[in-house]
């Protein structure tokens, strides 16, 4: 891998070509030395070849690259940046990725004027784990700003070379990691922080995004009269009144502080600091950290028991309902906090099963896969997805029967991903049933 990474470093610096995009679109564009791998680009409001240009790299999980590029394209407009996103890097093996990016960089470095002391790596969720293994391994990464997931390797114990801006939602089953992430970068004296968001594990909102980006960029352009300083001052004012959580609210002013003086903010960050309310946070959040992750050491050893093909161990599916109300119970509080940690554990066991699933029915170990939908039928009885992942177990053993109930269940319950089941190669054998043919029209 090491390897690998460092060939893209080399090509950080090979800039030439000209570029005939308009800016402001979101246009798709080939690899000229593999056409097999794309990427979209959006380029900044009046765009040229003679400019340098800050770049943002994005990795969805998906290889969603267009629609990536689309949530952020204001910060081409707005902001200067060249926006970069993979069609290609997606979950899964990680060399599928590493030769997008390597296909990416080759490419982009040829034909847009980057500015090589401002390359930004972003990604959510399996893509951000993309974004730092490439900032581990390469030099010249200026920051990453990782949404929804950190590292996908051990965090080093030296001191980063790159900004880490970190977001997760308060609903997100790895918002505990990003927290631990950042302590364990601060203990390194790694300039990172983190910001939050209300909602679960998904793409940020742009405000917190903008933010982020904003921070680490204007850390490493180092100017006080940048003009791009009081966009981030808009930004990180209305960030506050927004928040609802005092650690919040003191986490941005932190955060602008890093980059300028402002006697203001402050005056107002030493007022929180001082306050019952921000204590009382404090010690909330640390409670509640230390009762998740037990929780979730709890609930990966009974994953850990259906991968284990341990039959005398295996929690039933009453055990797993149990849990559910037991998690359901903690809403009688009526506490934000405790709403958001319930909906991060069901969060973190849907997708635990979901993404285990997967990988075992991959692997035909057919057992496996039938009891991983087990717990995903306790939490989530009326998912259409649950529905579908039935019908590819029965697809894998030539199941027509119950594929087709499957499918009809799916459907019946919301599924309406008809391509996705068309191309489905599990289900080629299907072809030729009447009802599966319904079911595509």
């Given amino acids: ?54 770049v943002l790299f994005m990795f969805d999980p998906a290889a969603r690259g267009k629609f990536a590029a689309g949530l952020y394209k204001k910060a081409a407009a707005d902001y200067g940046f060249i926006i970069i996103a993979s069609n290609n890097s997606r979950n899964g093996p990680i060399n599928v990725s590493l030769n997008a990016a390597n296909a990416l960089f080759t490419d982009a470095f040829r034909k847009y004027s980057i500015d090589n002391s401002h390359i930004y790596l972003t990604g959510f969720s399996g893509g951000a784990r993309i974004a730092t293994t490439i900032a581990l391994q390469a030099n010249g990464i200026a920051g990453v700003i990782a949404c929804g997931a ?12 790159w900004t880490f801006a970190g977001i997760a ?36 909102p742009e405000d917190v995004f903008y933010s982020q980006l904003l921070w680490s960029y204007l850390l490493h352009r180092k100017s006080a009269s940048d003009d791009l300083l009081p966009k981030y001052k808009t930004l990180t004012d209305e960030l506050i ?18 980059i300028t003086p402002d006697a203001a903010y402050s005056e107002k960050l030493k007022e929180l600091e001082a306050s019952k309310l921000y204590q009382d946070e404090v010690g909330q959040a640390k409670q509640l950290t230390l009762k998740e992750n037990a929780y979730q050491q709890k609930i990966a050893e009974a994953f850990q028991q259906i991968m284990g093909r341990n039959n005398t161990e295996i929690k039933s599916k009453g055990w797993w309902k149990s849990e559910l109300a037991s998690l359901n119970k903690m809403l009688l509080s009526h506490k934000a906090a405790d709403s958001n940690y319930i909906a991060r554990q069901k ?11 997967g990988n075992y029915l991959n692997a035909k170990r057919y057992d496996t896969a039938a009891e ?4 995903s039928e306790a939490f989530e009885p009326d998912n259409p997805q649950v529905f579908y992942r039935h019908a590819l177990l029965a697809a894998s053993t030539k199941d027509e029967d119950n594929a ?30 009447t009802k599966f043919q319904m079911l595509l029209n």
């Fill in 169 to 204: 939602g308060t609903q997100d089953f790895n918002y505990v990691e990003m927290q631990q992430a950042i302590q364990q970068l601060q203990a390194t004296a790694s300039v990172s922080n983190l910001q939050t968001f209300n909602g679960p594990h998904r793409w940020p």
């Fill in 150 to 161: 950190g590292f996908g390797q051990p965090i080093p114990e030296t001191k980063l070379n």
């Fill in 1 to 54: 891998m090491k390897k690998r990474i460092r060939l893209l470093v080399t090509l950080l610096f090979l800039q030439s070509g000209v570029v005939s995009a308009q800016t402001g679109d979101i246009l798709t564009v080939k690899c000229n030395a593999d056409s097999t791998q794309s990427y979209s680009v959006c380029l900044p409001s009046n765009y040229s070849q003679t400019q340098k240009y800050p």
């Fill in 347 to 357: 969060a973190f066991i849907t997708a635990n099963a979901s993404e285990s699933f």
């Fill in 372 to 375: 991983l939908l087990t717990v």
């Fill in 404 to 433: 087709i109930y499957y499918l009809e269940q799916a459907v019946k319950h919301g599924f309406a991903n008809k391509g996705q089941m068309r191309n489905e190669a599990s289900f080629d054998f299907l072809k030729g049933n």
């Fill in 241 to 258: 009144g927004k928040a609802s959580s005092v650690l919040t609210k003191a986490s941005l002013y932190r955060q602008y502080l890093a």
